[in-house]
């Protein structure tokens, strides 16, 4: 089964997870991000980290 980005939608060519690729579990649900979302969503959970410990 080839990963699907959970953000964008775009499909990974090979059956496992490309290294550019990341996964965060959030509220129990696994989620994958592609190698683009992945920096966006980076930089979102630095940003909004902080609220998020309250
Ligand atoms: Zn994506």
Do not use: I, Y
Not at 4 to 31: H, Y
């Amino acid at each position: 089964m080839a990963a699907t980005c959970d953000f964008c939608g775009k499909q990974a060519d090979g059956e496992d997870l490309p290294l550019t690729w990341t996964t965060a579990t959030e509220n129990g649900r696994r989620r994958v991000f592609c190698d683009t979302c992945s920096r966006e969503h980076l930089r979102a959970m630095e940003s909004k980290l902080d609220s998020e410990w309250w």
